[in-house]
Each structure stands twice: as structure tokens, then as C-alpha cells.
């Protein structure tokens, strides 16, 4: 049998050792070196050592040969892994690189020499004290070859200890962009040699601080390889996707999930033939079979409908396994010390609600580590336990309610308000008129949450609304609670799934919507006499709100009937903006299977699929995020105008 | 002792320069190759402390020398010689284990600075 197709289970297998390694050397880290957790390490270095090798791809082979040799010093007693635990999470991301490079390419392209030199020399190196610290190296400006010269600096620092991050990034210096100033956070043997070791040639000044007194740069919060990613940006769910499960297009399942829709419709057909036989003088018995024929139809494709939905889903574990390593690497960059807690890993998301939560969740995460939670010495201050806690929880209530909780400072609701003042988002008094819950969801305010002066007046800020709108993009919502002090709780409220919604059904112009119940807030008549006209919107006052008010026909652009004496309205709204949607009538509520929109018919604002109802009926699917906006915008255009 | 240096160059008139400035400078030049291939062979015979390296040569050009010499032995130190516009070229020598460079034409001073850092 040829190796080649030998690729597919050794990629699989990496990918699951790979996230074994990565999990350990984080509890090495944690909880010091343990015999059989070393085992288990060694044991599954040198498993991908040996299907490496065995497929000829030599760096992975000789990468983990120098893992295993390490551990097993380690095995044989070496109770001292200061440093290791950096340098092996540095190998097992090396790994993955060149796992990713084989699956994609066929070769291995990453270098991987300077690891094996740092893990020989952690081999061979007496107990030394590596000491943290920052090094900031400035060229002249008559420099040439400054990419070259940056690389040779970094090479020279590298070889006075563990270089772990430097501003720009090796790969932008290779690529050339690079100024004239090089951060580099290193531990080093002897940081007092290094500012005549760096100096001179085309190096104008070297500043070497010890790492805990430097200052903190905005640039290394973007240096986490998973922080640099886009917010949607999902690489590692991707990965572990692949794992043990067998790969389907979503696509596919929503075609699938289609074709179930029409048995639906079927077997309502069915019944309707049913009962038109029994009504029209046809042999009852025969109706009769017909009836129960038809409603074990409906059964099968019921479960048909259920099976498939279950093939969407994936544990959130996906999403959450990722957070330990990201916390460490963002807490280190902070100076803090924080614990992760994740809770109900094996909770089932439907997949493309988990890939859209990466990006909100990790701005949750980043914002707990940032801002709420304190550094260590103020912890022990404020009697607190040194390392903050950091908990993500997910269960299943309704739908699926995911928690990120932190035990830090929490929100201060006194300067979010006086914030919200300074940027003329509310009056003095308005905002001493709001209640403490009020003053809280002020931070999701897009205004006050762009402003990156709240991120350390607050505690809380960037992009917070950016956040909940991912997290209503995909049909859920976003709750805060926090107490000064004690800390803050995200709670994530979210559906099973996208396929299937629960709606409320209302009657328009002869036709059938449907709106999906989580955004539907009440259902209020208006009296014609408390409508105002602004422009061409209209608008009424809502318990002191204003409330502006949209017809169906209005966002589909039909024209708009004369206005009856009472309007009937199904408020729904998106965080703090409501509209009221005008409607004929409420017909009832129930799940629907969304189907989306056929490509001839394009994009229409404000509708976001069609489904299939009870009856048989076909109803457009309102999409409440996006009649908010409109109504929101036109009313703002009417002010204007 | 003084530090051993080879110099690899493949034009002559760099070659006498090259050794005059680390000769002056107190180092001890004991062996010159004229290209790649001849710098790895001259690497083995003489074993140096650091080696000066050209980029551009016939037969086997500096890049892939140092690459060669560096699988050989990995502790072999190796300054670049570059002209301008090079970069590229050093880049890829820096990161195949180069320690050090210099731009052509070079100033006597910047040569025995990376020279020594590199012995470092």
C-alpha cells in the first residue's frame, strides 16, 4: 500500500496529538512536573515521530525526536521546567505549521533548526536563571538593509537566550516592514551585557528594561497568533472540525435539510387529498389509510428533519478548547495571572452558530484579561486570590446559554455614565436619571464603546456593540451583569440551531411573515390619533420612548395601504433600538424551517429566508436586525431632512 | 591568540583588500576561496573562527555555501560580505544561521565590529 494514503489518518492523528501536547505542557506549566503527565507527553511525541519519519517528513521527525529527548529528562527527574513550557507550546505551534504546510502543499516548509538548537540547549544547560526582559533597539537612520540587520540583531539576542516575541513580527521584517525601532521581549542570561552586545554599526541605542517595569504597548495585544485574526477568523475550529468526524459541506445539510421542507409540504397535500376524498363521497376506510399514511410521513420527516439537524451540531468544546492557551498568552502580555474554568465542553451548537461565536467570544475573553481582571499584586491587596478567575460555561436552558465570567474589578457604572456624558451621548441628567442596569448596558452604546478612552475608564469598551451584533447576527443575545468590585458576567443566550427558528407568525396584505420570536419584545395597538409623521416615517411614543413605526409593505417596497384606526404592532428590537412593525394581523407562533432565498430573487433588505408553514403556505422570513437599521436610518434621514 | 579567518571572494582585489583591513586589524587571515565550493573545502582544511563570505560567486554562490558549511558544522560562525541591494540574499543567509553582515563598500570599523560580534 502506498504511503500517500497513509496522509489522511496521520493528519487526523497529529491534529489530535497536537491538542493533546499543547493541553499537557499547559498543565506542566500549572501544576509542575508530574510522572505520568510526562509519560503521556513523551509517549505522544514520540508516536508523531514515528509516522512522521515513516512518511518521510524529516523536520516534524526530527522536531519531536528533540521533544522527546527533552522529556525525557524531565522523565528521569529534572524537576525544574522553567522555560520548557514556552519553548515546547513554540514546537507544538511549529508542528502544526509544518502539519498544515503537508496537508496543503505535500512538503514541510517551515524551518525548524532554531527550535531544536533551543531545545538542545535547554538539554545541556545547567540550571540557569533566564532573566525577562524588554530590549528596545533603534537603527540609524542611515541603516542599510534594515530587514537584514533587524534579523541579525534578533539572531545575536537569540543566541543570548529565548527570544519570545518582537514588534513587527519576524515574518513582517522578512517581508521588509520594518522601521527603525525593534521591541523584543526576551529572557536572557545577562541582560547588563546586552547593550554592548547590540550596540555599535548601524545600531544608534539599545534600551534594555527588565520586563515587568516596561511599559506596556498597545502593539502586543495584537501579537497573539490568535488575536491577529479577523474577528470571524476561525482557523482552529476548523481544524479540530476535522477531527474524528467525517467531512460534509454545510450545504450539503441545508439542502438536505431543504428536500425535508418539501416532505413537509407533501404530506400536508396528502392529508388535504384525504380529506377531500372523505368529504367528497370516497371510501372513508381509504381516507382514512391515506390520513395515517400521511401523518407517519410527517413522523419520519420529523425525525429525518431532527437527524439532520443533529449533523449540524458540534460540541462547543471546539470553540472553548482553544481558550486556555489564548488566556495564558494574553494574561503574560498583561502581567496577570489568571485561571481558566471551562464548564460543559460537551454542549452541542449547531456548527455555523459556533464558527460565528469565535470572533465575540475571544473579544469577551480579551476583554476579562485586559480589563477586568487586576494584576496579581492589586488582587492580594484587595484580599482577592492572586490569579483571577476566568470562567466559561456553557448548558442548555431553552436554547444554549454560554457564560463568560470574570471575578475581577467589574464595570464602574459612575464613569460609564460620566463618560457617556463627556462624549454628549446623554445629558447630565439623563444619565443620572439611568438605573444601575441602564448605566451598565450603556457600554454596548456604539458610541461609547469605539471610544478607546473607556477601555481603561470603564474597564470594559472596545467594540462591545460590534460584539452583540455577533451575537444577534447568529439569533441570540448578550446580557451583562457585574458588581463593582466582584466582577462581570456575560451571558451568551443563543438557539439550537439556524435551520429551524421559532417565529411568530403575522398577516400582511394578504400574505403570511414570520419573525423570529428572540427578537420580539411585545405586541401593542396604536391609536391612529397617537401616530406622528416625521417625513414619511412614522413614529408613536412608547411608555416615553420614541418608537418609530415600519409597514411590511414599506421595507418591500409595495405600496402602503391607508392607515386604520388602530394600528396593530409587533415591537421587536436588537439591544436597546426597537421598532414597531406594522401588521395586519398575528396568526400564531411555532417553529419554522428557514429556507433561504433562491439567488434569482437576490438580496431583499430585510428579509432573510422563507419557510414553508402549516398549512402550506410560503411566508418570508423577517430578519429583525436588519429592519432596525433601516428603520433607524430613515428616521434619522427624516430628522434631518 | 588572534582570531583564525577565512575569506571568500571571488574577486582577487577584494580578497588582498579584505585581508590587509583584518591583518591591520589583528586578526589572522588563514585561508581565501574564490567561491562556494572552495569555501566549504577550505572551511574543512582550516577550520576557522569566522568566515568573511561574498554573495555573488561562480560554481556556488555565498547563500548556499553558508547553508553547506552550517550542516557541517553548526557552530561555524559566517559574516556576509554583501554589495547594495541585496537584501533578499542576506536575509536568506541570516536565517539559514549567518551571524552577522556588511554592506560594500564598508568601512574598516563596521568589518572588525561584526567580526568580533560574531566571535562573540
Known amino acids: ?641 | 591568540m588572534s582570531a583564525r579567518v577565512l575569506v571568500v571572494d571571488d574577486a582577487a582585489f577584494m580578497r588582498a583588500m579584505l585581508r590587509e583591513v583584518l591583518t591591520n586589524s589583528g586578526f589572522q587571515v588563514v585561508g581565501e576561496a574564490s567561491n562556494g565550493l572552495e569555501a566549504i573545502e577550505r572551511y574543512e582544511e582550516t577550520k576557522p573562527d569566522v568566515v568573511t563570505m561574498d554573495i555573488t560567486m561562480p560554481e556556488m554562490d555565498g547563500v548556499r555555501a553558508v547553508r553547506e558549511i552550517l550542516r557541517r558544522d553548526p557552530a561555524a560562525r559566517i559574516v556576509m560580505v554583501s554589495a547594495m541591494g541585496q537584501q533578499a540574499l542576506v536575509v536568506e543567509a541570516i536565517q539559514a544561521g549567518a551571524r552577522d553582515f556588511v554592506v560594500k563598500p564598508f568601512d574598516q570599523t563596521r568589518l572588525v565590529e561584526a567580526i568580533r560580534r560574531a566571535l562573540r
Open chain 1, 1 to 641: 500500500m502506498h504511503l500517500a494514503k497513509l496522509l489522511p489518518t496521520f493528519l487526523a492523528e497529529a491534529d489530535e496529538h497536537l491538542q493533546a501536547l499543547e493541553e499537557g505542557v499547559l498543565r506542566l506549566e500549572r501544576e509542575g512536573v508530574e510522572a505520568d503527565l510526562v509519560r503521556d507527553l513523551f509517549r505522544r511525541a514520540h508516536t508523531l515521530k514515528g509516522s512522521a519519519g515513516a512518511l518521510g517528513f524529516r523536520r516534524m521527525a526530527e522536531l519531536t525526536h528533540r521533544m522527546e529527548e527533552v522529556l525525557d529528562v524531565l522523565r528521569r527527574g529534572r524537576q525544574d521546567p522553567e522555560g520548557l513550557a514556552d519553548l515546547l507550546l513554540a514546537c507544538v505551534d511549529a508542528l502544526r505549521t509544518l502539519r498544515q504546510e503537508v496537508a496543503e502543499a505535500g512538503e514541510e516548509r517551515t524551518e525548524v533548526e532554531d527550535l531544536v538548537r533551543r531545545l538542545e540547549a535547554w538539554q545541556g544547560r545547567p540550571t540557569e536563571m533566564l532573566h525577562p526582559v524588554e530590549v528596545r533597539i533603534r537603527m540609524r537612520e542611515d541603516c542599510p538593509m534594515r530587514a537584514a540587520r533587524a534579523l541579525a540583531l534578533l539572531q545575536l539576542l537569540r543566541r543570548e537566550g529565548e527570544v519570545e516575541q518582537v514588534v513587527p513580527s519576524e515574518e513582517e521584517i522578512r517581508r521588509g516592514n520594518v522601521d527603525l525601532e525593534l521591541i523584543c521581549r526576551a529572557r536572557v542570561r545577562e541582560p547588563e551585557a546586552l547593550v554592548q552586545l547590540l550596540s555599535g554599526g548601524d545600531v544608534e541605542s539599545v534600551r534594555v528594561l527588565p520586563a515587568s517595569d516596561a511599559p506596556r504597548d498597545e502593539r502586543w495585544l495584537d501579537l497573539g497568533p490568535q488575536a491577529r485574526g479577523k474577528l470571524s477568523d476561525d482557523p482552529e475550529a476548523t481544524r479540530r472540525a476535522a477531527l474524528r468526524t467525517v467531512r460534509v459541506d454545510v450545504e450539503r445539510l441545508d439542502r438536505i435539510m431543504n428536500l425535508v421542507g418539501e416532505l413537509v409540504v407533501d404530506r400536508i397535500r396528502f392529508q388535504q387529498i384525504a380529506h377531500r376524498l372523505r368529504s367528497g363521497g370516497g371510501d372513508p376506510a381509504l381516507a382514512e389509510e391515506l390520513l395515517d399514511a400521511s401523518a407517519h410521513l410527517g413522523r419520519v420527516a420529523r425525525d429525518l428533519q431532527a437527524q439532520v439537524l443533529k449533523t449540524r451540531m458540534l460540541p462547543i468544546e471546539h470553540l472553548f478548547s482553544r481558550f486556555p492557551r489564548y488566556v495564558r498568552d494574553l494574561a503574560r502580555r498583561a502581567g496577570k495571572e489568571v485561571e481558566v474554568v471551562l464548564e460543559g465542553q460537551d454542549v452541542e451548537l449547531d456548527r455555523s452558530i459556533l464558527e460565528q461565536l469565535g470572533g465575540p467570544l475571544m473579544h469577551l475573553v480579551r476583554n476579562a484579561v485586559d480589563h477586568g481582571i487586576e494584576p496579581p499584586e492589586e488582587r492580594e491587596r484587595l484580599g482577592k486570590p492572586r490569579p483571577g478567575r476566568l470562567r466559561l460555561a456553557a448548558y442548555q436552558e431553552d436554547g444554549i446559554v454560554v457564560v463568560v465570567e470574570d471575578d475581577g474589578r467589574g464595570i464602574d457604572t459612575d464613569r460609564v455614565r460620566r463618560r457617556a456624558v463627556e462624549l454628549r451621548i446623554l445629558s447630565p441628567e439623563a444619565a443620572s436619571r439611568l438605573s444601575e442596569r441602564e448605566a451598565v448596558e450603556l457600554i454596548f452604546h456604539p458610541g461609547l464603546s469605539t471610544a478607546s478612552a473607556v477601555t481603561d475608564v470603564s474597564g470594559r469598551g472596545v467594540g462591545m456593540d460590534a460584539v452583540r451584533a455577533g451575537v444577534q447576527a447568529v439569533g441570540g443575545s448578550l446580557e451583562v451583569e457585574t458588581g463593582w468590585g466582584k466582577g462581570t458576567r456575560f451571558v451568551l443566550r443563543l438557539p439550537l440551531t439556524l435551520a429551524i427558528v421559532r417565529a411568530l407568525t403575522v398577516a400582511c396584505g394578504g400574505e403570511r411573515y414570520a419573525i423570529p420570536l428572540s427578537s420580539v419584545h411585545e405586541i401593542v395597538e396604536v391609536p391612529a390619533s397617537r401616530v406622528h409623521r416625521v417625513g414619511s416615517c412614522r413614529t408613536t411614543v412608547l411608555r416615553g420612548s420614541v418608537l418609530p413605526l415600519v409597514s411590511v409593505h414599506e421595507i418591500l417596497e409595495l405600496p402602503v395601504p391607508p392607515d386604520p384606526d388602530r394600528l396593530l404592532c409587533v415591537v421587536v428590537g436588537v439591544g436597546r433600538r426597537r421598532v414597531g412593525l406594522w401588521v395586519d394581523g398575528v396568526v400564531g407562533e411555532g417553529e419554522v424551517v428557514v429556507k433561504p432565498l433562491g439567488s434569482s430573487l437576490g438580496e431583499v433588505p430585510g428579509v432573510s429566508g422563507a419557510t414553508i408553514l402549516g398549512d402550506g403556505r410560503v411566508a418570508l422570513i423577517l430578519d429583525p436586525v436588519r429592519l432596525v437599521r433601516l428603520a433607524v436610518r430613515e428616521e434619522e434621514l427624516a430628522h434631518v431632512g
